[in-house]
């Protein structure tokens, strides 16, 4: 499964949900680690958790098992390794605090449109 194939799985699962403020950041080049990082907010402990299952449901249905995954019972921040892909799903502050985003400035980035605040 070519990389740009599981991220569109990772960010359709998670607007499938209503996942919020979704972004993609290209890191080939920039770490060993992964080549995309996928990022989303949910609402509360229940939303991240059921958003981050969702992606691991979507991916295990196209062939895709996770390598691993962190926080899905705490809610707070939820890290699913997809292998080449990464995707973290946080609440509002959580996220807000720890900046990934800043971290990854120097990246290609590009934003769904679903789930952005207009206001």
């Known amino acids: 499964m070519h990389n740009e194939v599981l991220v569109q799985i ?15 950041i290209d890191v080939r080049g920039k770490t060993s680690v992964t080549d995309f990082m996928v990022i989303a907010s949910g609402t509360s402990s229940r939303h991240v958790k059921s958003l981050a299952e969702n992606v691991l449901e979507k991916a295990k249905a ?12 705490g809610g707070e921040w ?41 206001e």
């Open 62 to 73: 196209q062939g895709k098992r996770a390598l691993g995954s962190e926080g899905l019972d």
């Open 10 to 24: 990772a960010v359709d699962a998670l607007e499938e949900l209503k996942g919020k403020d979704i972004l993609t």
């Open 78 to 118: 939820a890290l699913l390794d997809l292998g080449d892909v990464v995707v973290h799903v946080m609440q509002v502050p959580t996220r807000q605090f720890y900046d990934l985003e800043r971290l990854w400035q120097g990246a290609e980035q590009s934003r769904s449109q679903h789930g952005l605040d207009t």
